[in-house]
């Protein structure tokens, strides 16, 4: 499904990621990640969205999404991105999101926005504060790229958000780094203490996947369970351990 947008706005569609519980097998949520109407990457879709556009056009894409994603059959979770800043300049940021879960019948439970930890958000408690009443309302909250920014402790120190993405640099190779194993294993042991579900991202090999888990780890996302695909919900793949 691509969506015409009024010139000089771009036209987009969405690709859909299984994130996978590995105990099982099972995709238990879809990322939507931007495309352009022929697949093109995110990168050369937001490039050309106007920057006094750009709230508005992050608000009408996860309206999209949402409805893509019903479009195709969703049965599980749908994690959505957007932008912090977002939530400072639109009085009605859930609207069209809601609106767009309502006439889908999706229910507002099964959705979860993410938050890269590395976007600025200048005043964090007020985001805290803001998030924890539209959590209120039944929706979730993930923050993605832990350990790739610089206020992801600010941020936990603030509000507890349901999930925590582990960036997928800190995983890379993470087997044979004995640094990045503390690092995780920290984060995985707080993740426990506040009740947040952690999710492995970017996992490529089956070292990583099989050092992840024996931590603990149940939830991925990465090329080695499933491809981003476009305009589509992909079944998930469970890697063989050696």
């Known amino acids: 499904m691509t969506v015409p947008m009024p010139l000089p706005l771009p036209r987009f569609s969405f690709a859909f990621q299984p994130i996978v519980q590995a105990t099982s097998g099972t995709v238990v949520s879809y990322e939507a990640l931007i495309r352009g109407p022929d697949g093109e990457s995110a990168h050369s879709v937001l490039s050309r969205v106007p920057h006094g556009a750009l709230h508005e056009f992050d608000a009408h894409g996860r309206a999209v999404a949402i409805a893509l994603a019903a479009r195709l059959g969703l049965c599980t ?11 400072f300049s639109q009085r009605d940021f859930l609207t069209p999101m809601l609106e767009a879960a309502s006439r889908s019948g999706l229910p507002i439970d099964r959705l979860v926005l993410e938050v890269t930890e590395g976007e600025v958000i200048d005043d964090v408690a007020r985001f805290a504060g803001l998030i924890k009443r ?35 640099a800190l995983l890379r190779g993470i087997e044979r780094s004995g640094p990045r194993q503390a690092i995780v294993r920290a984060i995985l042991s707080a993740c426990t203490d506040l009740g947040i579900d952690a999710i492995a991202e970017g ?20 090329y080695l369970f499933g491809r981003p695909g476009f305009e589509s919900l992909p079944a998930a793949v469970l890697p063989a351990r050696g």
Do not use: H
């Open 77 to 87: 979770q749908l994690n959505l991105n957007f932008l912090p800043q977002s939530l």
């Open 134 to 168: 539209y959590r209120a309302q039944g929706l979730k909250l993930a923050i993605d790229d832990f350990g790739a920014g610089y206020c992801g402790l600010n941020l936990l120190a603030e509000f507890q958000p349901d999930v925590l993405k582990l960036d997928m």
């Open 203 to 222: 996992v490529e090999t089956v070292d990583e996947f099989c050092w992840l888990a024996d931590e603990g780890v149940s939830l991925f996302q990465g």
